[in-house]
């Protein structure tokens, strides 16, 4: 009997899919050009990327998870289906998780059964929430009486929840992830210096100036981009205090939906919190100063998942050893 497993993650920015046998086997946008008038899926992922402000009718460019939610039942269905039948060998005999929007919605469990009864032979299928995969990606013991608790920051949502003994049993979001901070960072530059920059440059704002905490040396970068009123090429020298606040605001917001969380638990579950500690998942746990910034303020142990953005995607081999 095979023991292949397979993992699917259909996320707001990527959709992963990984095996146990040839690890990463998908990793792309969760992205697609749609032909309206013959209803069918031209192009996806990358390649989809270059074609965004140059396509015409009826062709146009979907998102297939904005603010992770399906926005169009019909393109999610037809993307879920061009995936399987691309790599239906390596579906057949594999134990597969999933973990999409409304995954545990019995219409979408329906689909994706016969979505893999009709193209492969697999063996089984599991439904997931992606928090739960996220804490598994950590390292977390989920089956811990305790509890443990988890931040999840993914592209358009935060996430902090509890779980104890496998279950979500309290959990809370915020609008304050990825996306509006990027935004946010995107809006100060334009406001202070009246340069427009591409999602390029603010990815080396967030991983060259981005902390939470004060620093020794404060860090610089040459920000590229045009002039707003001129178009013309335009740069600025600019350092890391300028922006602190704007990464500060997004996780004192999460350090209000840890308190909260606990607040609404039991006396049992906050003292078993304080011994095993909050896991940290999703790309933002790799600013600096996170571990930090939490550890002074709670006083009890953070780990900031090894794994980050891919915390959720590698839980899901570690579920299905779970359930053995």
């Not at 305790?146 to 609008?175: C, F, M, P, R, W």
């Not at 009246?194 to 610089?220: N, P, Q």
């Not at 205090?241 to 606990?262: A, D, M, R």
Request: aromatic share 10%; net charge negative; glycine share 6%.
């Amino acid at each position: 009997m095979s023991n292949k497993k397979i993992g699917i993650v259909f996320g707001e920015e990527f959709t992963r899919i990984i095996s146990s046998d040839k690890g990463k086997i998908y990793d792309d946008f969760s992205l697609v050009c749609w032909n309206v008038l013959t209803t069918e899926i031209v192009l996806y992922g990358r390649d989809v990327k270059n074609t965004i402000g140059r396509l015409d009718d009826p062709l146009k460019v979907v998102n297939i998870l904005d603010k992770y939610v399906i926005q169009n039942l019909e393109i999610f269905k037809h993307y879920a289906t061009t995936l399987v039948e691309r790599f239906k060998e390596e579906f057949d005999g594999a134990k597969i998780v999933i973990s999409c929007p409304n995954s545990d919605n019995d219409f979408i469990q329906e689909f994706f059964k016969n979505l893999f009864s009709e193209n492969t032979n697999f063996t089984s299928i599991t439904f997931a929430p992606r928090i739960i995969l996220s804490a598994l990606g950590a390292n977390a013991d989920i089956r811990d009486e305790y509890g443990v608790l988890i931040l999840d920051i993914n592209q358009a949502y935060a996430k902090v929840a509890l779980i104890v003994e496998g279950k979500i049993i309290s959990e809370k979001e915020t609008i304050y992830a990825e996306k509006f901070l990027d935004e946010s960072l995107n809006q100060f530059i334009k406001e202070e210096y009246s340069i427009s920059v591409d999602s390029d440059m603010i990815e080396k704002i967030k991983w060259s100036l981005g902390t939470i905490i004060k620093l020794r040396d404060e860090l610089e970068l040459s920000i590229v981009g045009k002039d707003i009123i001129t178009n013309e090429r335009k740069s600025v020298v600019c350092v890391s205090e300028e922006f602190k606040k704007i990464f500060i605001k997004s996780f004192t917001n999460y350090k209000s939906l840890v308190t909260s969380v606990l607040e609404n638990s039991s006396a049992l579950v906050r003292s078993g919190v304080v011994k095993n500690g909050l896991y940290v998942t999703g790309e933002l746990a790799g600013i600096s100063g996170v571990k930090d910034f939490f550890e002074d303020f709670f006083n009890f142990p953070v780990t900031i998942s090894k794994k980050r953005g891919y915390s959720d995607i590698e839980g899901t081999l570690k579920l299905l050893s779970l359930k053995k």
